[in-house]
């Protein structure tokens, strides 16, 4: 071999194994360093991770029936990388979901920059509606891919790069009723509001999964199925609300609301002994399965986070002190000023020279319990208020619950001490004051009140369940005896709430009038109307508040006992003959109205 | 003939041919019969996928249909129906064959009823 041509050899030899070793070097490159990222991405291209949504728990009431169910839907979204034919699509959207179809369109075409490819480009997963009716879905699904046409034209007008991924929206079944309580959840199916938010963990599944393989065309090859996990549902929860005394509650409310159109409105129904709420009924309510326009003051749940003056409801505060303390008993006489005790400008609706305990209560005296609160003194007075549950939270399992306003005794003022005990000065919440009754119709017992009864797995099977949970004693089993007996004088011929009676039964409550705050002023023409009570009063099955903020009523009656003490005594009735409570007392004959026609008519006590 | 020439001009290798043709189609069959069970892998979980579709949508369907029962079966609901003056009432079995399964009639009231819905279930009372 010539030099000339041994040189050419050398030089092809070294050309090839440098560009051999340049393969080799970026195979090394390729299969080695960037082994992690090569191999994800060609797992990206046909593996897949399917979640297997688990089923949110039901809630229901104390007997099992249904309150929030869950209706399947479907999530329309669209892969933008494979999507074709977006303006059919965007037409078929408008036609079936009524969307805007300028928006729709933006959206589906829309790109952004991906840091995987590091291009600009379409979005892979794009939610364009949820909640999509399953009826719907599949009226899409159909038109997807138009029947009968030839492979080209098949090609031309097929849409691809559109799924539904399985969803589920909340149902309240009974619509608006006891949408405050049960709440309401977002468009990720979390709770947000109520029972659906602190029962969140409970409420929620377990989404399980399912790692799968596809084919190019997307579709999915069962034979290389990979692990999966199975989704679990969530559990139910079980509330102490009993529909019958609710819709009770919800029509007398109704008609209230129509009679008075108040400002507000807050009817709870209690049992003093376990702390369970029966009903709670809010005006403004709003209806959980149309969110879109809801007013947000239709959201308060006014039963916790309102607060208001409660008037003469607190005085049970000042006399069941006084009495627990043994500074007097019910029968000591208390002078009332003849109405008008001058140094406070303090004045009482009635004149009185002097009265006795029990009567303070009966006749709402205000001057009589600033004179009982007095003995009491501001120390001992400030400790019942919270004693009885006031300035404090009561523990409910709602969100949102405000403490109401009770100031400390170094910031009152030199008549605080005649004000707050007649409900000035001081603001509670309606929760509040209905837990404060249940001491006196509880023996004394401040009882945590209590919405969730037992947490259930789908099966039935108890999971957690809540038992009645005792705060604290506040006053003695004599003294509630002794504020009880003058409560039921209250709601007597003689009391300011004769128009609470229920005839049948022996009845035990307050009126509260309360003049509403405008422009830091107190008005004369606003007002907050409250009674609680509860019944029967010698053995009582529930406590009930009826609240009505800002009643469009003529002045003179617009008090608590004309207002809501009506409401009461009709709730009341109509619940004694839900429960099936014997009758105590003998109604009188002639209160006995027989109504109705050809079948003899029912028989209704009034 | 010699034998030794015997066998020279039958050459013929048929043990031989017989052989590779019997391994020929032992492999042969092999590979069909993998081809085969792929195949029918296949085909079954498309069969699979089909069935979980159709059960998803039962499932669906019966969520749906669920949610329908729940809120006609609501407090609120009958409330509304009881309050209209209609209600419907179930006709016993034997009647089907002359009318329809569910009759709208007018509320009787009973003398001495409340006016309470309740709830009723079917257990029966200790004698």
Redesign the interface.
């Known amino acids: 071999m010539n030099r000339r041509a041994r040189n050419r050899a050398i030089c092809a030899c070294v050309v090839l194994v440098c560009g051999f070793t340049g393969f080799s070097i970026r195979l090394l490159y390729l299969q080695v360093t960037q082994y992690d990222h090569y191999a994800a991405l060609a797992r990206s291209k046909r593996c897949d991770r399917v979640v297997l949504v688990s089923?949110r728990g039901l809630i229901l009431d104390r007997?099992g029936?249904?309150?929030v169910?869950?209706?399947?839907t479907k999530r329309l979204v669209i892969d933008g990388t494979r999507l074709t034919n977006p303006e059919r699509l965007a037409d078929l959207l408008v036609k079936h979901l009524r969307l805007d179809r300028t928006e729709v369109f933006q959206r589906i075409t829309k790109t952004s920059y991906s840091k995987q490819t590091k291009k600009t480009g379409p979005q892979p997963y794009i939610v364009v509606q949820r909640n999509v009716r399953?009826g719907v879905a599949e009226a899409i699904q159909a038109e997807l891919s138009p029947a009968g046409l030839d492979s080209a034209e098949l090609k031309k007008q097929e849409i691809r790069g559109v799924s539904f991924e399985?969803s589920?929206c909340r149902?309240s079944?009974?619509?608006s009723?006891l949408s405050h309580p049960v709440g309401y959840v977002n468009s990720n199916n979390t709770g947000v509001d109520g029972i659906e938010r602190v029962m969140e963990a409970d409420l929620r599944g377990t989404d399980g999964y399912r790692l799968i393989e596809r084919t190019r065309k997307n579709e999915?090859?069962?034979?290389y199925r990979g692990m999966e996990v199975a989704p679990r549902n969530g559990n139910n929860v079980c509330l102490t609300i009993d529909?019958?005394l609710?819709?009770?509650v919800?029509?007398e409310l109704a008609a209230t609301i129509k009679k008075y159109d108040p400002e507000g409105a807050t009817v709870i129904m209690m049992d003093p002994k376990t702390g369970h709420i029966l009903a709670l009924a809010n005006r403004p309510d709003y209806n959980p399965n149309k969110q879109e326009g809801v007013d947000e003051k239709a959201r308060l749940n006014l039963a916790i986070q309102a607060e208001y003056e409660p008037g003469s409801t607190f005085k049970i505060v000042s006399v069941a002190g006084v009495l627990n303390e043994g500074i007097f008993s019910p029968d000591s006489r208390i002078g009332c000023e003849n109405g008008f005790w001058a140094w406070c400008k303090l004045r009482d609706h009635h004149a009185y020279a002097e009265l006795s305990v029990n009567d303070v209560l009966v006749h709402s005296s205000n001057i009589g319990v600033a004179k009982l609160a007095a003995r009491l003194g501001d120390d001992r007075f400030y400790e019942y208020m919270h004693r009885f549950g006031f300035g404090d939270q009561t523990g409910i399992a709602l969100p949102g619950e405000i403490k109401g306003t009770v100031k400390p005794p170094y910031l009152w003022t030199s008549i605080s001490m005649t004000r707050m005990p007649m409900g000035h000065e001081v603001t509670v919440t309606p929760i509040q004051m209905a837990a404060a009754f249940s001491v006196i119709a509880n023996g004394g017992m401040l009882m945590t009140p209590l919405v969730v009864q037992s947490v259930t797995d789908e099966h039935g099977k108890v999971v957690k369940s809540y038992a009645p949970n005792a705060v604290r004693r506040v006053i003695s089993t004599k003294t509630a005896e002794q504020v009880r007996d003058a409560l039921i004088e209250v709601a007597s011929k003689k009391g300011t709430a004769k128009d609470a009676q229920v005839s049948g039964f022996v009845v035990a409550g307050k009126t509260g009038t309360a003049q509403k705050l405008v422009g830091g002023r107190y008005s004369n023409e606003k007002s907050v109307c409250s009674f609680v009570g509860f019944m029967p009063a010698e053995d009582p099955a529930f406590v009930l508040l009826v609240l009505i903020d800002d009643p469009k009523a003529p002045r003179e009656k617009s008090v608590g006992g004309l207002v809501a003490g009506p409401v009461f005594s009709r709730i009341s009735e109509?619940a004694a003959?839900?429960l099936g409570l014997q009758p105590t007392e003998p109604v009188p004959a002639e209160t006995i109205i027989a109504k109705?026609g050809k079948?003899?008519?029912?028989?209704r006590r009034r | 003939m010699p034998a030794n020439r015997r066998r020279h001009a039958n050459s013929v290798p048929v043990a031989t041919f017989f052989a590779i043709v019997a391994v020929g189609a032992v492999l042969g069959t092999l590979a069909l019969g993998f081809l085969w069970c792929k195949n029918d892998?296949?085909t079954?979980?498309?069969k699979?996928?089909k069935a979980e579709q159709e059960l998803?949508q039962l499932?669906?369907?019966n969520?749906?249909a669920?949610?329908g029962i729940?809120?006609l079966?609501?407090?609120?609901?009958l409330?509304r129906q009881f309050r209209s003056g209609l209600y419907k009432r179930m006709e016993p079995v034997e009647r089907l064959k002359s009318g329809g399964l569910v009759t709208v009639v007018q509320v009787?009231?009973?003398?001495?009823?409340?006016?309470?819905?309740?709830?009723v279930v079917n257990e029966r009372r200790p004698e």
Do not use: C, F, W
């Open positions: 089923r007997t029936e249904v309150l169910t869950n209706g399947p399953v399985d589920a149902i079944a009974n619509g009723v999915e090859m069962v034979r529909m019958g609710q819709m009770i919800e029509q109509r003959a839900y109705g079948t003899g008519g029912n028989v | 892998m296949n079954t979980g498309v699979i996928k998803v499932r669906q369907r969520e749906a669920q949610a729940d809120s079966k609501s407090t609120a609901h409330d009787q009231r009973v003398p001495g009823a409340t006016g309470e819905l309740r709830r």
